[in-house]
């Protein structure tokens, strides 16, 4: 008998696909194929990566330390106007004193030797808060200061961005999220997917995370192909 593997995808604000095909591998080059004209890779640029960061919540945003990073990166095109887009707002940042949140894979959840993972929440059971950064607008007055709920400076290579907070329902949530916890796999971290713990009460300490297969789906896209993650499921 045939296993049918059904994609859940959530990439931003109201933007979902729903597949169901016969195999694994298909599904994922299924959903590829349906989303990549909805993404656009900014070339040989500076941006902000906020994959792996914590975020401090205040009056209802998240405040995250992303690292900044030079190179090819993939976000939603976000198009307006004529022919601009995310890459060409990240670009007028150069001189302007801002940068833009974009995605690539980071080497700290590659196996075996990263020592970050993937957490998966479950869809069932999670009501947590988590930061969706892609898009995120970060000030590069930022970079190497002090920022309200870091008790630490920022260095010259991390900068602050600020974005918007997703809070799970499980019941409506079709398909987990993902964020970014210590490796080797450690359970307790898997309280950051409950609202006790991960809220959008000011104060609050948040990480950035994603609907679950979105790191593997921009990567693909991005890069051809997919590297062994260290994941970590409850």
């Given at each position: 008998m045939k296993k049918l593997f059904i994609i859940i995808l959530l990439i931003g604000a109201g933007f979902a696909l729903v597949i169901a095909v016969g195999s694994a591998a298909y599904a994922e080059n299924a959903a590829i194929g349906s989303f990549s004209s909805k993404f656009?890779?900014?070339?040989?640029?500076?941006?902000?990566?906020?994959?792996?960061?914590?975020?401090?919540?205040?009056?209802?945003?998240?405040?995250?330390?992303?690292?900044?990073?030079?190179?090819?990166?993939?976000?939603?095109?976000?198009?307006?106007?004529?022919?601009?887009n995310v890459c060409t707002v990240n670009a007028e940042g150069v001189d302007n004193g801002y940068m833009v949140s974009t995605y690539s894979l980071p080497d700290s959840v590659l196996a075996p030797d990263g020592s970050q993972a993937l957490y998966t929440c479950p869809a069932s059971t999670s009501n947590g808060a988590y930061a969706q950064c892609d898009g995120g607008v970060c000030f590069?007055?930022?970079?190497?200061?002090?920022?309200?709920?870091?008790?630490?400076p920022l260095t010259d290579s991390q900068i602050i961005c600020s974005c918007p907070i997703t809070v799970a329902d499980p019941a409506t949530a079709?398909?987990?999220?993902?964020?970014?916890?210590?490796?080797?796999c450690q359970n307790s971290f898997f309280k950051n997917c409950m609202r006790a713990t991960a809220n959008k009460k000011t104060g609050s300490q948040i990480y950035v995370g994603a609907p679950a297969g979105t790191p593997r789906l921009l990567t693909r896209l991005l890069d051809?192909?997919?590297p062994k993650l260290n994941q970590c499921l409850p």
């Open positions: 656009v890779v900014c070339s040989s640029q500076t941006y902000a990566l906020c994959a792996v960061s914590n975020c401090f919540v205040m009056d209802g945003l998240a405040y995250c330390a992303c690292d900044v990073e030079s190179g090819d990166s993939i976000s939603l095109a976000d198009s307006f106007d004529n022919g601009q590069t007055s930022t970079q190497g200061k002090s920022f309200p709920g870091f008790s630490q079709k398909t987990g999220y993902q964020i970014v916890g210590p490796y080797p051809g192909s997919v």
